[in-house]
Structures are given as structure tokens and as C-alpha cells.
């Protein structure tokens, strides 16, 4: 049994070793992510949506001390808590690019009506 434990302490520390080389700018991203929150929270509009880089900046904290753990000591639990941290972040992050996608795309057909709209007023106030 001790030889098992042993032999899946040392799969852990090598499979959690690039989590744990990358834990560094991982920190640092999410330390910069938190103080970006802050600082949005600051402004009237930004006070709206600053909790979303606070939370995803707080993710990726949490993943890389998690990896760092789970490189440590071996702990195949700390290894899942980083990984399911990573997939929580890209998930955040690919559902807030799509809306802001989306989000673009209405932007631009707005802005394109409106034009539109404000030409046909203006050959409308030329013919009168």
C-alpha cells in the first residue's frame, strides 16, 4: 500500500511540474487581474462588471498555489482543485469573449442603422 501511495506522489509531482514552472506568472496575472478590478470599481460604469477580473484573477491565484501544493507534496487533490481552477478560468473567459463578441457585432449593426437612419432624414429634410 505504501508503495502505492509513493508511485502516485511521484505521477503527481511530475504531472503537476509545468503547472507549478508556470505558477509565477500565473500569480502575477491574477495579482494584476484583482488590483485591474479594483481599479474599474473606481469608475460609475466600471463598478458594474469589476467583480468579473477580481473573480477571475482570484482563479488563477488559487490554481497556481494549488499547483505549487500538489508539486510539494504530491497531493493528487490540490493537482484536481488547479486544474478545475484553470477550466472555471478559460470557461469565464471564453463565455465573456463570446458576449463581447456579440456584444461588438450589435454595436456595429447600431451604429450602421443609425446611420443609415439619420441619411434617410437628411435626403427626407432636403426634399421638403
Known amino acids: 500500500m505504501e508503495e502505492k501511495t509513493f508511485v502516485e506522489e511521484n505521477l503527481v509531482r511530475e504531472i503537476s511540474n509545468s503547472l507549478s ?3 509565477g506568472w500565473m500569480k502575477f496575472l491574477g ?7 479594483v481599479m474599474m470599481a473606481l469608475t460609475i460604469v ?4 469589476a467583480w468579473l477580473p477580481i ?3 482570484i482563479i488563477v491565484y488559487q490554481a497556481a498555489k494549488n499547483s505549487k501544493t500538489a508539486t510539494l507534496t504530491g497531493d493528487k487533490f490540490m493537482l484536481m482543485k488547479s486544474l478545475q481552477n484553470i477550466n472555471n478560468y478559460f470557461t469565464i473567459s471564453g463565455i465573456l469573449l ?7 457585432v450589435l454595436f456595429v ?4 442603422l443609425t ?3 439619420f441619411e434617410n432624414l437628411a435626403t427626407y429634410l432636403d426634399s421638403m
Not at 31 to 37: H, K, T
Not at 98 to 104: A, E, G, Q, T
Request: charged content about 0%.
Open 109 to 112: 449593426v447600431i451604429v450602421v
Open 31 to 37: 495579482i494584476v487581474m484583482i488590483i485591474y478590478g
Open 21 to 23: 514552472h508556470a505558477s
Open 115 to 117: 446611420g443609415f437612419a
Open 55 to 57: 473573480w477571475l484573477g
Open 46 to 49: 466600471g463598478i458594474i462588471i
Open 98 to 104: 463570446i458576449i463581447s463578441i456579440l456584444l461588438s
